[in-house]
Structure formats: structure tokens, C-alpha cells
């Protein structure tokens, strides 16, 4: 098992950052993959960014040069540093991990960002 815990999200204006943690405890050693995800209001979740344990990254055209994904091992953190923040980033934001045990993906319960104009 694997629990996540999201922190950070907030209000900001059009323009700022924002930096997301998130917690990760439990089972951590078989995890393969950390990803953010978003889903805004009465839009599907979609992937926002995500980092492999052999540090390969990805990026949604929509974020890229403006995201960071990164990882604390010391705090056993993954962290989502959001810089030049648009309307359109508004949305509850989900730390994601992925298990090679059981093929498994865990969600956090959320954090919501709110960016106005």
C-alpha cells in the first residue's frame, strides 16, 4: 500500500507560482512512476506531468517551461513547482504513484489551485 498526501495548492494571481508537495508513505520501494494529474471543472483528469525513478519526464504541451516536476528522497516528497500560472491552470490537482506490485496506481485526495485573472 501506498498513501499520498498532497499539499501547497491555493490561491494565486495570473502569473505566480505555486510549489505542490506531495507525501508519499507505505510501500514506496516498488514505485516506478510519480505523476501529477489535474482535472478542472467538468473536464476529464488529465496527466500534467510525471517522473520516472530512472528520471525521465513528461510534460503536457500545455505546462511545458512552466512546470517542474522533482523528487526529495530525503522527505520522501514529490514535488510540482508551478511558475507563470494561468486562468486555465485552475483545477484540483492529484499526486499519482505507480507500483510494479500489482501493476497498482495510487491517488492522492487532491489539492485546489486557483488562478485569477
Known amino acids: 500500500q501506498v498513501q499520498l498526501v498532497e499539499s501547497g495548492g491555493g490561491v494565486v494571481q495570473a502569473g505566480g507560482s505555486l510549489r505542490l508537495s506531495c507525501a508519499t508513505s507505505?510501500?514506496?520501494?516498488?514505485?516506478?512512476?510519480r505523476a501529477w494529474y489535474r482535472q478542472a471543472r467538468e473536464k476529464e483528469r488529465e496527466l500534467v506531468a510525471s517522473?520516472?525513478?530512472?528520471?525521465?519526464?513528461y510534460y503536457a504541451d500545455s505546462v511545458k517551461g512552466r512546470f517542474t516536476v522533482s523528487r526529495d528522497n530525503a522527505k520522501n516528497t514529490f514535488n510540482l513547482q508551478m511558475n507563470s500560472l494561468k486562468p486555465e491552470d485552475t483545477a484540483v490537482y492529484y499526486c499519482?504513484?505507480?507500483?510494479?506490485?500489482?501493476?497498482?496506481?495510487?491517488w492522492g485526495r487532491g489539492t485546489q489551485v486557483t488562478v485569477s485573472s
Open positions: 517522473l520516472t525513478t530512472n528520471g525521465d519526464t
Open positions: 499519482s504513484a505507480y507500483s510494479a506490485i500489482g501493476a497498482r496506481r495510487y
Open positions: 507505505g510501500s514506496t520501494y516498488p514505485i516506478v512512476n
